[in-house]
């Protein structure tokens, strides 16, 4: 079985995770792919393979050396982003691609005039989506490609490495794919993510990152009779919307620049929520971020009432520089020699975004990210080029023969 078969056929699983669900994994149909793969694992001839009763997959590729090489590997998460129906997704190859537009379906075209990275992968072979749904490459095409590497080390004896491991796990999307990950049982010196964007791309920065749930009390009363009686909490939510700066949201912001993101809000007279998630690379102007939406909380309970607003806030995960820094830059750099062997220019950059790799890094496991080889993640204009997964494999398995031998 090539990659794009072995994509492909992951795409046919809807594993999309819910936010609000309180179970691990967060939806059940993850653990039917689950299942589907830790079969495949055993097919290919991976050892140890095993599932815990949350849906975290774990293999082993023994070593084929008998000296002592570091235990490095390798994590993909398998669930989809509730952002976006998962469900059903008519995955189809776009050959040879001519730098034009791509028709999904009626009405929705994919086009380098909105999304001009396609063109950087003019000539080569793209999957798309119809236009429908997300397409599942963030990150089943890091899958794919860790499982075919594995697949490749073992037809390829000559190329000597280390004992080296497998994991699979839920919900990443939502925040929670580290949480239950078991780093002692994974056992390795370091790993990676195969989680990353476009080719070349690898990471070891991050945001900080925490959720702000906004719960808003008002006063229902008859609209014919409520002057001096109501209290409108769709007013008031839109009102709190209205405190966090417009330059400071996710569509005006890049780089090192963080933001205030409203993924959601639920309001009606009488009660309203509002969701939102604080992202930051500075850990202090992190803290600073919380700390206004606190403050703006306060201001609306001064002017309509103590009580009135209420905010929960909860850490997600944190800047994982400081720990590849403090003592593990070695692991990057042996990413970067990788990439450059097999031909591929390496794009050191901040993440706009978080890993599981972050907050593995926080519990033991040094872990940047590499890229996956997808674009357009969460929607219907997502693609990934045939190429780009080829490529992610190569330095998979080129980091694999660099930890048995020399870094020059």
């Not at 001519?98 to 396609?118: H, Q, R, Y």
């Not at 000597?160 to 056992?187: L, Q, Y």
């Not at 190429?387 to 398995?397: D, F, G, L, P, R």
Request: proline share 5%; glycine share 10%.
């Amino acid at each position: 079985m090539n990659i794009t078969e072995r994509f492909l056929n992951y795409t046919q699983f809807d594993t999309q995770s819910a936010e609000e669900s309180q179970t691990v994994p967060s939806t059940p149909k993850q653990l039917i792919f689950a299942r589907f793969l830790m079969e495949e694992l055993q097919r290919e001839g991976l050892k140890d393979v095993e599932m815990d009763d949350k849906g975290y997959l774990y293999a082993t590729l023994p070593a084929n050396v008998a000296t002592d090489v570091p235990t490095i590997g390798f994590i993909s998460h398998y669930d989809t982003s509730p952002d976006c129906s998962g469900a059903n997704i008519k995955p189809r190859i776009v050959e040879q691609y001519d730098g034009g537009d791509i028709t999904l379906s009626e009405g929705m075209v994919l086009s380098p005039k909105k999304f001009p990275e396609l063109l950087g992968h003019k000539g080569e072979d793209l999957i798309v989506t119809d236009g429908h749904t997300l397409l599942g490459a963030d990150d089943k095409a890091g899958i794919a490609e860790i499982v075919q590497a594995m697949t490749w080390l073992q037809e390829h004896p000559e190329v000597k490495h280390g004992k080296i491991r497998v994991a699979f796990n839920p919900d990443e999307e939502i925040g929670m794919g580290a949480h239950h990950f078991d780093v002692e049982k994974f056992g390795c010196q370091w790993a990676y993510t195969m989680d990353g964007g476009d080719v070349g791309e690898l990471e070891y920065e991050n945001f900080n990152a925490a959720s702000a749930k906004v719960s808003i009390k008002g006063v229902s009363v008859h609209p014919g009779y409520a002057k001096g009686k109501m209290v409108n909490a769709n007013a008031l939510a839109a009102e709190f919307a209205e405190m966090l700066p417009a330059s400071e949201r996710p569509e005006t912001t890049e780089g090192y620049e963080g933001f205030y993101h409203l993924i959601g809000m639920q309001t009606n007279t009488e009660t309203g929520k509002l969701s939102y998630i604080i992202r930051d690379h500075d850990r202090k102007k992190f803290e600073e971020r919380k700390r206004f939406v606190e403050a703006c909380a306060q201001a609306m309970n001064e002017k309509y009432g103590e009580g009135t607003v209420t905010v929960e806030l909860k850490d997600q995960y944190y800047n994982m520089r400081e720990r590849i820094e403090d003592g593990n830059m070695h692991v990057v750099d042996l990413a970067v020699r990788a990439m450059q062997l097999v031909g591929v220019v390496p794009q050191v950059k901040p993440i706009r975004g978080g890993t599981d790799g972050a907050q593995l890094s926080f519990k033991g496991l040094p872990c940047p990210n590499i890229f996956a080889g997808g674009l357009n993640f969460h929607g219907p204009f997502e693609f990934v080029p045939i190429q780009s997964m080829e490529k992610a494999m190569n330095v998979i398995i080129k980091i694999c023969e660099l930890t048995y031998g020399p870094l020059s």
